[in-house]
């Protein structure tokens, strides 16, 4: 009988002394991209997202950022390798928009058109996905995300129209990959486009880290 419970106790100890999983497996994977300068020179995206990833990587959340060239023969290619090479669990791209905009926004709606030249003058025309469906919409837990991270106290609103230049073609891809299972999460964030380290960058950065953290979490 003492072998015998001596043989239970060293089963228990064995299974109390398991390791759990660690964090970082268990922890959301994020491929984060934004784009480089075209008609500036600098394009606010890249430091709202090293901001956006510095906050993240602080709360738990993987981030492997890149910052891709604006040109239409290369963005689908960098975001698909960005997806092989990772498997991350979201997807989720920046790009800057002049004009009105004074806070992040996230688009909900992505137009399979290309319009605008790149910035190296190559000419955006017919469609980003041959073959595409003529829309895709993101999801409500985008929508849900946005409001969880305004309601947070960040400045960040949606846009239904992303236009049809680089920043709607990696929405429109990226709601691609969420269509074919590959990522569990995807999206696109619009942000102001900024002076070269604007005090307001930081706050951007803060808003679209508390949205994806929505997102993913």
Not at 13 to 22: K, Q, R, T
Request: aromatic share 6%; hydrophobic share 40%.
């Amino acid at each position: 009988m003492k072998s015998v419970a001596l043989a239970g106790a060293a089963a228990l100890s064995v299974g109390v002394a398991a390791p759990a999983a660690s964090a970082s497996e268990s922890a959301p994977t994020v491929v984060l991209t934004s784009y480089g300068a075209f008609t500036r020179d600098h394009n606010s995206s890249g430091e709202v997202a090293e901001k956006a990833k510095e906050i993240l990587e602080q709360e738990g959340v993987q981030v492997i950022y890149q910052e891709i060239p604006t040109e239409w023969g290369s963005f689908a290619s960098n975001l698909e390798n960005l997806l092989e090479e990772n498997d991350p669990d979201a997807i989720i791209s920046l790009g800057e928009r002049s004009g009105n905009l004074n806070a992040p926004a996230v688009e909900l709606m992505g137009f399979n058109q290309r319009q605008g030249n790149d910035a190296v003058g190559a000419p955006g025309n017919g469609p980003v996905s041959e073959g595409g469906p003529a829309q895709r919409q993101a999801p409500e837990e985008n929508r849900a995300a946005q409001k969880a991270a305004s309601a947070a106290g960040n400045k960040i609103n949606i846009s239904y129209n992303a236009g049809r230049y680089l920043c709607n073609a990696a929405l429109y891809t990226n709601l691609g990959f969420l269509e074919e299972g590959r990522v569990a999460h995807a999206g696109f964030v619009h942000v102001p486009a900024r002076a070269k380290g604007a005090p307001q960058i930081e706050k951007d950065g803060e808003a679209v880290a508390s949205f994806v953290k929505n997102l993913v979490g």
